[in-house]
């Protein structure tokens, strides 16, 4: 990872967004703590990022048996 930066944070993730932003960020330095409404919104943030991941697999699963059938029907 090359020369350590002790007060520098890598972020690793897809190219999907989400995640930490500058926001949650500047928290975290300022020392403040999520309150219980802001710990719900992030839950609920995961929950949604998570559905919408579910249905883009269940989309390709439908892709690939219609391709699959066309294949066996050709």
């Not at 710990?39 to 883009?56: A, C, F, G, L, Y």
């Not at 439908?62 to 029907?73: H, L, N, P, S, Y």
Request: charged letters at 30%.
């Amino acid at each position: 990872m090359g020369a350590e930066h002790l007060r520098c944070v890598r972020l690793l993730g897809g190219g999907g967004g989400g995640g930490v932003t500058k926001t949650s960020l500047k928290r975290l330095n300022n020392g403040s703590e999520l309150s219980l409404n802001d710990t719900n919104d992030v839950v609920q943030q995961m929950q949604e990022r998570m559905r919408k991941i579910e249905d883009q697999i269940e989309e390709q699963k439908r892709t690939i048996r219609k391709e699959v059938a066309e294949d066996v029907i050709a």
